[in-house]
């Protein structure tokens, strides 16, 4: 089953998409993780986006849509999750058609509905281990022992993001709000979103993303 996990930055689609993987073999496709790597290695296309990115705006389609096509070939038997992908309404044309092409469909889009003031706190507080990717939270979810990842026993590696900060998460909500909001729409009418409260512990989101995937 090919899902995408929508919602605001913040509203935990990183965190979810991480359990679906360990929990069913669904292999994780986030954009945002993409372009990190990009700007990590230094490649052309790397340097291109840093500044937008750090900003907290939009990379533009074309960017995108060609990372999304490079990995559609990739082994998936248990399906693709798209994490912060289709953010504008010509990416979710185009991943469509992608799909189309592969003779694959999306089973369902699953909105995390997660308000404003839960969204700074979760922004906030985000870190994630350089050596596996996992995400922590200052006070939500802190590492059983300090300093050292949980996942992959990497210790004092942690990352923080540079666009977690004030300014880039008003404008990336901004971009949310503007370009991303009208998938749901979108979806809506297609007949494939699901509409789940982001709300709550991880355990418990995790539980209603279940019910929503297998209901
Ligand atoms: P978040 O965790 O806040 O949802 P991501 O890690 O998905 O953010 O994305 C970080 C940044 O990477 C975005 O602010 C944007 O600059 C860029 N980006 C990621 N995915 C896309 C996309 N599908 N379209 C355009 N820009 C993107
Ligand atoms: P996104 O990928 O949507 O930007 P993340 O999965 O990175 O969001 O989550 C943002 C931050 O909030 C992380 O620090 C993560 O540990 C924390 N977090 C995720 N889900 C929850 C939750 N249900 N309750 C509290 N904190 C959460
Ligand atoms: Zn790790």
Redesign the pocket.
């Known amino acids: 089953m090919n899902i995408i996990l929508i919602g605001p930055p913040g509203a935990g689609k990183g965190t979810q998409a991480h359990r679906l993987v360990a929990e069913r073999g669904m292999v994780q496709l986030s954009t945002g993780d993409m372009l990190r790597a990009a700007r990590t290695s230094g490649t052309e296309m790397g340097k291109q986006v840093a500044a937008v990115m750090d900003r907290g705006e939009l990379v533009t389609d074309e960017i995108v849509i060609g990372l999304i096509a490079e990995q559609l070939d990739s082994n998936a038997d248990a399906g693709f999750i798209f994490d912060g992908f289709p953010r504008t309404l010509a990416q979710a044309d185009a991943l469509g058609e992608l799909l189309e092409s592969k003779g694959q469909s999306l089973q369902a889009v699953v909105e995390m509905q997660v308000d404003d003031d839960a969204l700074v706190k979760r922004i906030t507080g985000r870190f994630t281990?350089?050596?596996?990717?996992?995400g922590y939270h200052d006070e939500f979810k802190q590492p059983a022992v300090e300093g050292k990842?949980?996942?992959?026993?990497?210790e004092g590696?942690f990352k923080r993001r540079p666009d977690d900060n004030e300014d880039a998460l008003r404008t990336r909500l901004m971009a949310y709000y503007k370009d991303t909001s009208p998938l749901i729409g979108y979806y809506y009418a297609k007949g494939q979103l699901k509409r789940i409260d982001g709300l709550g512990d991880i355990e418990e989101v995790a539980g209603r993303i279940a019910g929503a995937l297998d209901g």
């Open positions: 281990c350089g050596e596996c990717g996992t990842c949980d996942s992959c026993g990497a590696g």
